[in-house]
């Protein structure tokens, strides 16, 4: 399985971008989606997931209302659009895949068996 993640970039806070995951090796439409962020010096924290047919989306407190997690199963892409970014956004992004069934567990990283390699997101100030 591989996952290859892009669309970081550097950007002023108030800004957007949307990240991709684009997804081989597997059965992309069985599985959760989700992606997760990890600043320097800090722990990788949960930030979107999308279940399976993208009919179910989960956001972490700190993005809600700024961020949309949508997937295209045609394509076997999952995208993270990020809007008024913040400086406090800044962190390497990773996109990861895992068989998840039922609330609540798709913010724990432990329940994703691949990830990606990660995109890193700048905002400035």
């Known amino acids: 399985v591989q996952l290859q993640a892009s669309g970081g970039g550097l950007v002023q806070a108030g800004g957007s971008l949307r990240l991709s995951c684009a997804a081989s090796g597997r059965t992309f439409n069985s599985y959760t989606m989700g992606w997760f962020r990890q600043a320097p010096g800090k722990e990788r924290e949960f930030v979107a997931a999308?279940?399976?047919?993208?009919?179910?989306?989960f956001l972490a407190r700190s993005v809600k209302g700024r961020f949309t997690i949508s997937r295209d199963n045609t394509k076997n892409t999952v995208y993270l659009q990020m809007n008024s970014l913040k400086p406090e956004d800044t962190a390497v992004y990773y996109c990861?895949?895992?068989?998840?069934?039922?609330?609540?567990?798709?913010?724990?990283?432990?329940?994703?068996?691949?990830w990606g390699q990660g995109t890193l997101v700048t905002v400035s100030s």
């Open positions: 990861a895949t895992g068989l998840i069934v039922g609330r609540g567990l798709q913010s724990d990283g432990k329940n994703y068996d691949y």
């Open positions: 999308v279940n399976w047919s993208g009919g179910m989306t």
